[in-house]
């Protein structure tokens, strides 16, 4: 089963624009994520996905293979389908390009053990502070009892009302899919749900396709915002001070 990992690099985010190319520690961030991923022995080949020239000069110039793809995706979802339909394998793995400080053994755990037609997969870890439950950009998500998802938002959920015997969860944004998984996607409108809360996981749950939530133990951040940003760039530049990476 040939595993191929995608890391999708937009130029134009909301709140960081040129997000990729933020400097961390002397290296823009697309190459921490990069090198990140490219350490796990259980991924054939990891590549970046673009819509922006100065990104993929910046791959190209750190040996980092890379596929332009168009501007006009909506989604990161859509934009690993057009890259998945020029990279042969059996397993995509989507890892945002903001995530700088996520483990090759995490991202692992989203693998699944053998290929199937259409097999959709996110990591979830648990929540550990009051700031991460209300922080809009963690994406809180609730699963049935075979641990396929229920529901997603930006608001905590569930509510405890009636219990506080339960742990929030939120989303990593690691998935894996099948290429039937998104070509499904990529060919499925928005459900009003996800117009709403502006959650791409919710077009399979609103279509009644299953996404499987695998949870995992793992304290990373999603570059979000400037505070994100100095926040990974001071726990990256006290690994190289103790020489526990090197770049």
Wanted: with cysteine; aromatic share 8%; glycine share 4%.
């Amino acid at each position: 089963m040939r595993t191929v990992a995608i890391i999708p690099a937009r130029y134009g985010s909301s709140r960081l624009k040129g997000k990729p190319l933020m400097d961390i520690c002397g290296r823009p961030m697309i190459w921490w994520v990069y090198r990140q991923v490219k350490q796990s022995k259980k991924i054939d080949a990891v590549y970046a996905a673009t819509d922006h020239e100065e990104i993929e000069e910046a791959c190209r110039s750190l040996g980092i293979p890379c596929v332009m793809t168009s501007p006009r995706h909506r989604t990161s979802t859509e934009r690993l389908y057009e890259a998945a339909q020029k990279i042969p394998a059996d397993v995509y793995l989507c890892v945002n390009g903001d995530e700088p400080l996520m483990e090759p053994s995490v991202v692992e755990q989203v693998i699944p053990k053998e290929g199937e037609p259409f097999f959709a997969a996110n990591l979830m870890t648990k929540i550990h502070s009051p700031a991460e439950a209300v922080d809009e950009s963690n994406i809180k998500v609730v699963t049935d009892t075979a641990g396929n998802a229920l529901f997603f938002s930006r608001s905590p959920i569930p509510h405890p009302k009636a219990s506080l015997a339960f742990d929030y969860y939120k989303h990593l944004g690691v998935l894996a899919y099948s290429l039937e998984a998104l070509r499904f996607f990529a060919q499925t409108e928005k459900g009003p749900v996800e117009s709403i809360e502006d959650v791409n996981e919710l077009r399979f749950l609103e279509h009644g396709k299953p996404l499987k939530m695998i949870p995992v133990e793992a304290r990373t951040l999603s570059v979000d915002t400037q505070k994100d940003l100095d926040y990974v760039r001071g726990v990256l530049q006290d690994k190289l001070d103790r020489k526990e990476i090197t770049l």
